[in-house]
């Protein structure tokens, strides 16, 4: 896959010989994993975020199953010219990494508020009913729009979020509006990842804001506790919404994601190819200093 294909369907930044495939939300593009993208490949890795069509903000809508016949596509690709390639998503892109780890040998997995449920405090009470959508007459006339606080606690994150919603109709928290057949096609996605969350052996970290308005925590620590992998751990967000990556704690994410992946190339490798900090996150280097 050369660059200018890359360049061309979402964003390619060249770093070094080390590869994250990023994999943004459903219905969004991959502006909403354009900082996290260029905060990695200041860390020395190659990031790599596709738009997925029939998944990403402005394509038609197609079956889960080929947004991850796409994603795996990607995959083989960047293995082609990569020692390593490792896997971030976010929300549902999250929920399809989990569905492409299961299937794909992965080198290292970072899911980042995974959508496995939206039952989140914001979530609409009617939600329920989507399990009965196909057999509803309206059903295919419905569609979810997004409303404040757009997954976004910071007050100014999220101003900026509302001003480009009303004039693009996409941001960095994702669009506007998602039909009836995205919020369908991303229930089945859901299932599939839940049938198959043994299959996920590759070392993997998890963030999620305890105050998740979309997607409640406990599906996060559920798929946590189930997950095959030797290595894995879990990271506690406490000033974040859903959209971890453009809120309070983006530098913490982005610092703590790096971090994981540069440990698990050197383990690969049996060699530093990365120096990894102890501490990477400034929270806790602000709680050491006050403790020292």
């Known amino acids: 896959m050369s660059q200018s ?9 060249q770093g070094g010989p080390h590869c994250v ?3 943004h939300g459903l219905g969004a593009s991959s502006v909403e994993l354009a900082r996290m993208a260029k905060d990695l490949h200041q860390q020395g890795f190659t990031a790599v975020v596709p738009d997925i069509t029939g998944y990403c903000f402005g394509t038609p809508g197609q079956a889960w199953e080929a947004w991850v016949e796409q994603a795996q596509n990607h995959l083989w690709e960047l293995r082609k010219q990569y ?3 490792s896997v971030v998503g976010v929300s549902m892109g999250a929920t ?4 492409l780890a299961q299937r794909e040998n992965i080198h290292a997995l970072v899911l980042l508020s995974t959508a496995l449920s939206y039952d989140g405090w914001a979530m609409p009470w009617y939600r329920f009913l989507l399990d009965w959508a196909a057999w509803l007459p309206f059903a295919n006339r419905y569609t979810y729009e997004e409303e ?20 693009a109709h996409i ?6 509006i998602l039909t009836m057949h995205y919020i369908t096609e991303g229930r089945k996605l859901i299932k599939e990842a839940l049938k198959h969350v043994p299959d996920v052996d590759a070392p993997v970290l998890f963030f999620h804001a305890v105050d998740d308005e979309t997607v409640h925590i406990r599906n996060a620590e559920w798929a946590y506790r189930r997950v095959s992998s ?10 974040s919404y859903h959209m971890i990556t453009v809120d309070n704690e983006r530098e913490t994410v982005s610092l703590e994601t790096a971090r ?19 501490v990477q996150s400034p929270e806790l280097r602000r709680a050491l200093r006050k403790r020292a």
Request: glycine fraction near 6%.
């Open 5 to 13: 294909a890359i360049a061309s369907n979402g964003i390619y930044l």
């Open 21 to 23: 495939l990023m994999l």
């Open 260 to 278: 994981f992946l540069k440990k698990t190339v050197n383990e690969f490798l049996n060699e530093p190819a990365f120096e990894v900090p102890t």
């Open 148 to 167: 404040e606080p757009y997954g976004v606690k910071n007050e100014e994150m999220r101003a900026m979020v509302k001003r480009a919603m009303k004039s």
């Open 230 to 239: 030797s290595q894995k751990d879990f990271i506690y967000l406490g000033d």
């Open 96 to 99: 399809l990494a989990m569905v």
């Open 83 to 85: 020692t390593t390639v």
């Open 171 to 176: 941001s960095e928290s994702g669009s506007d």
